[in-house]
């Protein structure tokens, strides 16, 4: 039978998927090494390009997308795999910001079947999961289109996810908040362990400001690992210089140099972000990639990622942003308090939990007159 895409994507999703499904975060659950089986069998694509890896629970997307936007203002052939996706399925693997195609998933599925059905028959480790298929989809597709760099972001923890198969050169760990509790852990130290696990020997890792206890586990992996923890905030530091509600200025005073740069993404946690990525890069710049400050000015000004704080309107204003717990609901109020001016606001909010739907429109609830 001929395939096509929606039967593509039926047969990608007809596994188990733990973005709907939450199950606790251990090896029973999630064994890297069934993901290595699978990546063995195509001939270990993620071995042709180089990496970039990010964890987080906010702000890696947005990181990621900017050292992408960067890489390819310098030039190189650059793949970028994010997770969920908003509107299309295709979001999640693209090249030089370009989406993957409906007939390009199509002819990955083709090329995957007969390698998922052959690891899941003999289920040495488990089955696949549709995340971990994905994965192997985009490292395949990557290598198939000849990439220099690959800026991979984690979908879930780091220590036991999918992309965690990568020897990166470099990673970044955004913010850590409390997130996905019942899965990664009930505390900020147990969900910092989780992230922690992208570190890796001899290679730099970048982090956004964290809390002490935060902080105290990344040094300890860090220390234990012989990897560089670079700290924003401390070894690289930035100040906002303005905004409109199109963009906003930030300086930030780097490892390698000083960089004004305008990036389209509003809010405060977006200027961490963005400082992250400069740090990102300046590592990258230090083994000897030709990465250069209007690079790096460039592709940061250039840089697309809706959902983030988006103006979809301006009469009426209507903003959309993904936020999806309470630490973000907080920030979002933030933002909203800062960069817009209004005399009321209609809320409208979805979301899959009750107690998150109830804490998050308690840290959203703003005065009725900003």
Known sequence: ?????????????????????????????????????ILQRLDNPHHKFKSIHVAGSKGKGSTSAMVAAALIASGFTTGLYTSPHLITFNERIRVNDNLITDKEVVDLVVRLKPEVEAVNKEARYGKLTTFEIMTAMGFL?????????????????????????????????TSISLEHT????????????????????????VTSPQAAEVYHVFEQVSRNNNARLIKVGKDITFQGTGFTIEQQTLRVNGLRGN????????????????????????????????????????GFARVNWPGRLQVLQKHPMVIADGAHNPYSASRLREALQKYFRFEKATLIIGTSSIRIYQVSLRNLLLSSKR
């Not at 029973?28 to 290595?36: E, G, I, T």
């Not at 990557?142 to 220590?159: P, Q, S, T």
């Open 1 to 37: 039978m001929n395939e096509t895409y929606q039967s593509a994507l039926d047969y990608i999703f007809s596994f188990v998927d733990y973005e709907t499904q939450k199950r606790p975060r251990d090896a029973a659950n999630y064994d890297l090494r069934r993901v290595d089986i």
């Open 141 to 173: 597709y990557f290598a198939m289109k000849h990439c220099d760099f690959a800026v991979v972001e984690v979908g879930l923890g780091g220590r036991l996810d999918a992309t965690n198969v990568i020897i990166p050169e470099s990673c970044a760990i």
């Open 182 to 205: 019942e899965v990664l852990g009930n505390t900020l130290a147990q969900i910092a362990t989780e992230k922690a696990g992208i570190i890796k020997p001899g290679r730099p890792v």
């Open 259 to 298: 960089y004004k740069l305008t990036i389209p993404l509003l809010g405060d946690y977006q200027l961490e972000n963005a400082t992250v990525a400069v740090g990102v890069l300046e590592t990258l710049m230090e083994q000897g990639y030709k990465i250069t400050v209007d690079n790096i000015k460039n």
